[in-house]
């Protein structure tokens, strides 16, 4: 059975850093894309970020641009997002998923397998 656990949200003030995990089993992920998206409170899901199989080409929404990082790991068959600079509006559920293409060229109704979320809460 194919599951994606995220895990590393938590609390943190304004300006501080998470590094959240996207792990992956039942299936080797080395070729598959993820991408990471999150919902505040009252908001629409929205994508935040995507990285490629193959070649690991990155994506990242405009909004958490050159704060966040994407990476992963295949032998460990995880993917990681770092945040760092988090602002108050950066509060929601971050989830890991995957349309199983190798690119990042789906969009959002077509990812069809989800992690449960993790919640990353940023306050003062």
């Known amino acids: 059975q194919v599951q994606l656990v995220e895990s590393g949200g938590g609390l943190v003030q304004p300006g501080g850093s998470l590094r959240l995990s996207c792990k992956i089993s039942g299936v080797t992920m080395d070729y598959v894309a993820i991408g990471w998206f999150r919902q505040a409170p009252g908001k629409e899901r929205e994508g935040v970020s995507c990285i490629s199989g193959v070649d690991a080409t990155t994506y990242y929404a405009d909004s958490i641009k050159d704060r966040f990082t994407v990476s992963r790991v295949n032998a460990r068959n995880t993917v990681y997002l770092q945040m760092n600079s988090l602002k108050l509006e950066d509060t929601a559920i971050y989830y890991c998923?995957?349309?199983?293409?190798?690119?990042?060229?789906?969009?959002?109704?077509?990812?069809?397998?989800w992690g449960q979320g993790t919640q990353v809460t940023v306050s003062s």
């Open positions: 998923a995957t349309d199983w293409r190798h690119n990042c060229e789906g969009v959002q109704s077509q990812y069809n397998t």
